[in-house]
Nanobody, 125 residues
């Protein structure tokens, strides 16, 4: 089994930055491509960014492209989401997710096997 734990969320003013971390434990050899999603109550879960197992491929939602950067450190069993120029509409619970079998990236939530518990990001105007 794989456990994912997010950290780094908090309250920030618009225009500010936050760095989210996702610590992976357990069967880390079962962690392949990883992604970040976010959810606002009353709305659908939204894809944010994804990264391949090697880190060589990344993919971003249009809403965050140019402002967010996804990265990973396989030696530390961790993934990160650097968020800059934050906007109030970025306010959400952010979730880290990983694919069990596939190294290639995906923007589809149902293609991820493991999920963290989420970390709240609140951007004030």
């Amino acid at each position: 089994q794989v456990q994912l734990v997010e950290s780094g969320g908090g309250l920030v003013q618009a225009g500010g930055s936050l760095r989210l971390s996702c610590a992976v434990s357990g069967r880390t050899d079962s962690t392949k491509a990883m992604g970040w999603f976010r959810h606002v109550p009353g709305k659908e879960r939204e894809f944010v960014a994804a990264i391949s197992w090697s880190g060589g491929s990344t993919y971003y939602a249009d809403s965050v492209k140019g402002r967010f950067t996804i990265s990973r450190d396989n030696a530390k069993n961790a993934a990160y989401l650097q968020m800059s120029r934050l906007k109030p509409e970025d306010t959400a619970v952010y979730y880290c997710a990983s694919r069990r079998l596939y190294a290639t990236i995906s923007n589809l939530a149902h293609e991820y096997d493991y999920w963290g518990q989420g970390t709240q990001v609140t951007v004030s105007s």
